[in-house]
């Protein structure tokens, strides 16, 4: 078994190799839209990093090419790290078609870890008896406002696969769109423990609160016209960012929250920063307004 930070032979780099800034996006996003991507987030120093590295590489070995693994130092590469909210190591997360569909923090038993590279393998449509294609029907469903039908395709894939993670937060978006906001948050607590920390539940429970805030968000212009009369009103700024989101105007909602962080960070216990992770947990990572928002956020932080 290699030790953290060895390079891996050649014939092994298909399939497990270390990236960093430079490739990430090649390695991982764009690798991920035609072979599930375990991207392992560790540290030379991490003792639990060297207990999990070994476990997640013989499980990805085991799968034979149906899952490919990645590996980023978090001190070598801060920035990935920061944009994918880690905070602290391991952290694993599982990438599918550009986007993260799973994770897990923290070294966890052999067959927790042998489970997770099992659903993400089967994400590719081997072994989980057209699931994939499922899913992928539905959310276009719900993409094209069919939300009824959608709703229905995801609970029949619950049925098959009680642990659907993609399942399980499709249901709740349904339920979202459809503003039914106590049946979203009943099927989000209703998620086996195993899966209620993966990515994508994590980012609907993050869209559930941006639709509650939206519920009593004022309107934008009298909003607009108080930060106007009195910009250092930080209350007045924050409601305009909750009504910015609300109305979908996500770029504006960030450059306002932003903006109340760089006079005063601490304001309200943090609020403003609470609420840009809160955003940039609803949408998806590669969003550009999540990119440019963390970044900015960043530049600001360490500046």
Known sequence: MLELGQKQPAADKAVIMDVSEADFMAEVVDASMTVPVLVDFWAPWCGPCKTLGPQLEAAVQAAKGAVKMVKVNVDQNQRIAAQLRVQSIPTVYAFWQGQ??????????????????????DLAGDGDGGLAEAIEA?????????????????????????????AYAGLVRCHITKGDLE?????????????AKAAPLEAAHAQLELARQAAGAGPVADLMAAVEAN????????????????????????DALLEIFRRDREWNDGAAKQQLFTIFEALKPNDPVVLNGRRKLSSMIFA
């Open 100 to 121: 993260p569909v799973d994770a897990f923090q923290g070294a966890v038993p052999a067959s927790e870890v042998q489970a997770f590279v099992t659903r993400l393998a």
């Open 138 to 166: 539905a959310e276009a469903m719900l993409a094209e406002g069919a939300v009824d039908d959608a709703a229905q395709t995801f609970a029949a894939i619950l049925e098959e696969d009680p642990v659907n993670v993609a």
């Open 183 to 195: 049946e979203a948050e009943a099927v989000l607590n209703g998620a086996p423990a195993e899966i």
């Open 231 to 254: 910009p250092a009103d930080l209350q007045a700024r924050f409601d305009l960012a909750l009504a910015l989101q609300a109305a979908n105007r996500m770029e504006e909602a960030v």
